[in-house]
């Protein structure tokens, strides 16, 4: 039988799944969907995804969060392979995963523009640095190693 291998799947975990994990997600599917599935997911959900993540996310990369996500809950995951928490400064519940890294974000909620397109553009860079580690065929990266 042949079988294709699977991407592996990343979680981008962030409490009410509304701004920063939806970002991350979002730029994931956008910017490494052959490298890796992105997934994001809360332990407590908003009823909505940001205006302001919605707005700048489309402006800066053409992006509609509002017709390909929503707010979703930690039950709703599939099995993890990687678990990236945003920076809550609060403990997350325990996800099974291969790998659980912590990116230590500023929530942007309610700052300028320019402060919320600073987080964008990290988390951009923090995407692009994951897909290249996890691109990475050989080398012993602790990323690689993991699945």
């Not at 599935?37 to 990369?61: C, F, H, Q, W």
């Not at 300028?112 to 600073?118: I, L, T």
């Not at 897909?131 to 690689?144: A, N, V, W």
């Amino acid at each position: 039988m042949n079988k294709e291998k699977q991407l592996p799947k990343v979680a981008f975990i962030c409490v009410h799944n509304s701004c920063r994990s939806q970002i991350a997600e979002a730029l994931g599917r956008h910017l490494a969907a052959d490298v890796f599935e992105s997934y994001s997911a809360g332990t407590e959900v908003k009823g909505r995804i940001n205006p302001d993540a919605l707005r700048l996310m489309k402006e800066l990369y053409g992006i509609d969060m509002a017709k390909t996500q929503r707010p979703k809950l930690l039950e709703e995951l599939p099995s993890i392979d990687a678990v990236v928490t945003m920076g809550c400064n609060v403990e997350c519940p325990y996800l099974p995963s291969k790998l659980r890294m912590d990116w230590g974000l500023p929530d942007p909620t309610g700052l300028s523009d320019a402060e919320y397109m600073a987080v964008i553009r990290t988390i951009e860079e923090k995407i692009l640095e994951l897909k290249k580690e996890l691109s990475l065929k050989k080398g012993g990266s602790r990323l690689t190693a993991a699945f």
